[in-house]
């Protein structure tokens, strides 16, 4: 099959031909949700083009009929750690497409592929792809309709596809790809999709399904193989960039944990519109593309640096100031609570990557300008408040500054012998130098932490609202000042990790360090190998356990010995707690006389921590990596 060469398109141009392929195959084209939903409480941001569309997917009427397309701005926080590599955002638009019991795999797959292979001019030979391997335990089968169903697509371009059983990306990077190679089967960490993640946590009564993930090939080149093992389309190395995930929602869960058919299966297709923009480009680098490479040009120009000297800092100013303005021409403005204390965040973030390139007036304007101009067509119904978005960014970026200088100066004071968390406290209330942002450059400088830092500063909180009179009963509920429901939660949720590592990996397993945010939590602790695909799932699955489980937790103080000795309570650092300690546990029942059979930890902490698990919502390990010689860490969140 011959392939016609196309020039390659900018990210508005894929975004509407996108739009206009799916209205000639029969789609409707629907507004995209704001970022920031009014009747959505379980989370802060649009993260997908599906989470809006919920209800309807769940078998309401859609008032545009059963065919339905968009391209929806989307926010994830949870990324934010990652921005500063090639291929992560928080910020970026995803393109969909919708079936309400209406087509299935067989044009969707072919359809994507068209769209990528005849509409851009995609080579190819450079799209991979994967498909469930299936689940004996809940008898759900390999799903090899798709992979037949791609194989002939693959026919149909002269591609002789073959099939590979990988299973966990554990075994892909040890594996590799053999020659001919192009559908790969993967377990439900990779292609399954439902609200809660993997099958297991599937929750009752949610549709759910495989999914077929496309993947572009950058080039075994890229791969760094020392690093992340031997090239797979899932590997996080950067020769393989998904670029679109079909789920097709073809079960449901029953009430008694089986899976079952439904009459009606849907298909919910996302692809991100900066990615497709990259492989059309041929460019690994999503910053090379249109929305974005006219904002780090204007940020160089600024700095008089070049991007490719500071690479990171530029990504990271990139994508926040996007973020940020999106949020603002929301309507949505900085505060110290939740989606308002994110976007601050996302601004203060940014003005401190710029200082690092010598820019210290102010500089959002110029920057946010372009920005703007990028996001020119997209509707006022989304952007209800453009004209004042940029005067919000302004007076917070004017605001900050006026306290940045003094912080880093206090920072530069403190880091000659460490910081505790008293200290770290200190920066925040008095120098408004945010826990996150000092944690980071601390980090950043190699400035020494205290072992115990995070429930140092925690202490120094509670203590701090208790003198001004603001504490309640509910103050452990309400949590840190940085978005306290979330902190909190997570907070309760690294002591159920810790007690899951103890229990099913090494009873030797102590906390080595954490970093808790309102979006994820970073878990450090010792193991010397890499947890394995069943350890790691086996940990997540413990914890999702405990949290149905709805147990309590409780606070009680003690004599550390007593503590230490009879009732065994899990601490690292007994020589330098006070006599009298704070003990978190967490069990059915839990007294004070000591640890029941049903317990599942018992730690010495600061707090604050939620009152019952059953607030925590489902746990997932997002990522697990090394930190140091001997030391792993687990990236986390709650759904």
Same mark, same amino acid.
């Given at each position: 099959?011959?392939?016609?060469?196309?020039?390659?398109?900018?990210?508005?141009?894929?975004?509407?031909?996108?739009?206009?392929?799916?209205?000639?195959?029969?789609?409707?084209?629907?507004?995209?949700?704001?970022?920031?939903?009014?009747?959505?409480?379980?989370?802060?941001?649009?993260?997908?083009?599906?989470?809006?569309?919920?209800?309807?997917?769940?078998?309401?009427?859609?008032?545009?009929?059963?065919?339905?397309?968009?391209?929806?701005?989307?926010?994830?926080?949870?990324?934010? #750690? #990652?921005?500063?590599?090639?291929?992560?955002?928080?910020?970026?638009?995803?393109?969909?497409?919708?079936?309400? $019991?209406?087509?299935?795999?067989?044009?969707?797959?072919?359809?994507?592929?068209?769209?990528?292979?005849?509409?851009?001019?995609? #080579?190819?030979?450079?799209?991979?792809?994967?498909?469930?391997?299936?689940?004996? =335990?809940?008898?759900?089968?390999?799903?090899?309709?798709?992979?037949?169903?791609?194989?002939?697509?693959?026919?149909?371009? !002269?591609?002789?596809?073959?099939?590979?059983?990988?299973?966990?990306?554990?075994? $892909?990077?040890?594996?590799?790809?053999?020659?001919?190679?192009?559908?790969?089967?993967?377990?439900?960490?990779?292609?399954?999709?439902?609200?809660?993640?993997?099958?297991?946590?599937?929750?009752? $009564?949610?549709?759910?399904?495989?999914?077929?993930?496309?993947?572009?090939?950058?080039?075994?080149?890229?791969?760094?193989?020392?690093?992340?093992?031997?090239?797979?389309?899932?590997?996080?190395?950067?020769?393989?960039?998904?670029?679109?995930?079909?789920?097709?929602?073809?079960?449901?869960?029953?009430?008694?944990?089986?899976?079952?058919?439904?009459?009606?299966?849907?298909?919910?297709?996302?692809?991100?519109?900066?990615?497709?923009?990259?492989?059309?480009?041929?460019?690994?680098?999503?910053?090379?593309?249109?929305?974005?490479?006219?904002?780090?040009?204007?940020?160089?120009?600024?700095?008089?640096?070049?991007?490719?000297?500071?690479?990171?800092?530029?990504?990271?100013?990139?994508?926040?100031?996007?973020?940020?303005?999106?949020?603002?021409?929301?309507?949505?403005?900085?505060?110290?609570?939740?989606? !308002?204390?994110?976007?601050?965040?996302?601004?203060?973030?940014?003005?401190?990557?710029?200082?690092? /390139?010598?820019?210290?007036?102010?500089?959002?304007?110029?920057?946010?300008?372009?920005?703007?101009?990028?996001?020119?067509?997209?509707?006022?119904?989304? /952007?209800?408040?453009?004209?004042?978005?940029?005067?919000?960014?302004?007076?917070?970026?004017?605001?900050?500054?006026?306290?940045?200088?003094?912080?880093? %100066?206090?920072?530069?004071?403190?880091?000659?012998?460490?910081?505790?968390?008293?200290?770290?406290?200190?920066?925040?209330?008095?120098?408004?130098?945010? /826990?996150?942002?000092?944690?980071?450059?601390?980090?950043?400088?190699?400035?020494?932490?205290?072992?115990?830092?995070?429930?140092?500063?925690?202490?120094?909180?509670?203590?701090?609202?208790?003198?001004?009179?603001?504490?309640?009963?509910?103050?452990?509920?309400?949590?840190?000042?940085?978005?306290?429901?979330?902190?909190? =939660?997570?907070?309760?949720?690294?002591?159920?990790?810790?007690?899951?590592?103890?229990?099913?990996?090494?009873?030797?397993?102590?906390? *080595?360090?954490?970093?808790?945010?309102?979006?994820?939590?970073?878990?450090?602790?010792?193991?010397?190998?890499?947890?394995?695909?069943?350890?790691?799932?086996?940990?997540?699955?413990?914890?999702?356990?405990?949290? =149905?489980?709805?147990?309590?937790?409780?606070?009680?103080?003690?004599?550390?010995?007593?503590?230490?000795?009879?009732?065994?309570?899990?601490?690292?650092?007994?020589?330098?707690?006070?006599?009298?300690?704070?003990?978190?546990?967490?069990?059915?029942?839990?007294?004070?006389?000591?640890?029941?059979?049903?317990?599942?930890?018992?730690?010495?902490?600061?707090?604050?921590?939620?009152?019952?698990?059953?607030?925590?919502?489902?746990?997932?390990?997002? *990522?697990?990596?090394?930190?140091?010689?001997?030391? %792993?860490?687990?990236?986390?969140?709650?759904?």
């Amino acid at each position: 099959m011959r392939r016609a060469i196309i020039t390659p398109m900018n990210a508005n141009q894929i975004r509407q031909k996108f739009l206009d392929f799916q209205v000639k195959k029969g789609h409707q084209v629907i507004a995209p949700a704001p970022l920031v939903l009014d009747n959505d409480p379980t989370t802060l941001f649009t993260g997908s083009g599906m989470q809006p569309l919920m209800p309807y997917l769940l078998g309401q009427p859609h008032p545009s009929g059963l065919r339905l397309t968009d391209s929806q701005p989307c926010l994830r926080l949870q990324d934010i #750690d #990652d921005v500063g590599d090639p291929r992560h955002t928080t910020v970026f638009e995803m393109l969909g497409n919708w079936s309400l $019991g209406d087509y299935f795999k067989t044009e969707q797959i072919q359809n994507f592929f068209d769209f990528l292979t005849q509409e851009l001019g995609l #080579d190819p030979t450079k799209i991979y792809v994967t498909c469930f391997i299936g689940n004996e =335990k809940y008898g759900i089968p390999k799903d090899t309709e798709s992979a037949q169903i791609w194989q002939q697509v693959f026919k149909k371009a !002269g591609i002789n596809a073959q099939i590979a059983e990988i299973g966990t990306a554990a075994n $892909g990077s040890q594996r590799g790809i053999q020659p001919g190679e192009r559908i790969f089967f993967y377990d439900d960490h990779e292609n399954w999709w439902s609200r809660g993640g993997g099958i297991e946590t599937t929750p009752i $009564g949610d549709p759910c399904g495989p999914d077929s993930e496309v993947f572009y090939d950058f080039g075994e080149d890229k791969q760094d193989v020392a690093k992340y093992g031997k090239s797979h389309p899932t590997s996080d190395g950067a020769r393989f960039m998904e670029i679109g995930n079909q789920v097709f929602m073809q079960y449901k869960r029953n009430a008694d944990g089986t899976f079952s058919e439904l009459q009606h299966k849907n298909v919910d297709f996302g692809g991100g519109l900066e990615r497709i923009a990259a492989a059309a480009i041929d460019s690994f680098d999503v910053f090379e593309v249109s929305l974005l490479k006219p904002i780090i040009e204007q940020i160089a120009t600024l700095s008089g640096k070049s991007y490719y000297d500071y690479t990171e800092e530029m990504r990271i100013i990139a994508d926040h100031l996007r973020g940020a303005y999106l949020l603002t021409a929301q309507g949505l403005t900085p505060s110290n609570k939740q989606q !308002g204390y994110a976007l601050r965040r996302l601004i203060r973030r940014a003005i401190l990557k710029a200082l690092k /390139l010598g820019i210290d007036q102010n500089f959002l304007e110029p920057v946010v300008s372009v920005v703007a101009r990028e996001y020119q067509g997209l509707p006022d119904s989304i /952007l209800t408040s453009r004209d004042s978005a940029l005067a919000v960014l302004i007076k917070e970026e004017k605001a900050f500054r006026n306290t940045l200088r003094r912080g880093l %100066r206090e920072l530069e004071k403190l880091k000659s012998h460490g910081l505790n968390g008293q200290e770290l406290f200190k920066l925040q209330d008095t120098y408004g130098f945010p /826990l996150e942002l000092s944690v980071e450059e601390a980090r950043n400088n190699q400035t020494k932490l205290s072992a115990n830092w995070q429930a140092e500063f925690d202490a120094a909180l509670a203590e701090q609202r208790m003198r001004s009179k603001t504490a309640s009963k509910g103050l452990f509920k309400g949590g840190l000042q940085d978005h306290s429901i979330q902190t909190t =939660k997570y907070h309760t949720a690294t002591h159920l990790l810790l007690a899951a590592l103890q229990k099913l990996v090494d009873p030797q397993i102590v906390q *080595k360090g954490s970093n808790i945010t309102a979006e994820r939590v970073r878990f450090d602790f010792n193991l010397d190998h890499k947890l394995s695909d069943f350890e790691q799932r086996a940990v997540e699955d413990q914890v999702n356990q405990w949290i =149905k489980q709805d147990l309590d937790v409780t606070c009680a103080e003690y004599d550390k010995t007593y503590a230490k000795d009879i009732i065994k309570a899990h601490g690292e650092f007994w020589d330098k707690y006070p006599d009298q300690v704070k003990v978190y546990t967490i069990g059915k029942n839990a007294v004070a006389q000591g640890i029941i059979p049903t317990i599942a930890s018992c730690e010495v902490c600061g707090g604050p921590h939620v009152t019952h698990t059953g607030e925590l919502g489902v746990f997932r390990i997002i *990522k697990e990596e090394s930190s140091a010689a001997g030391i %792993r860490r687990i990236k986390a969140i709650l759904e």
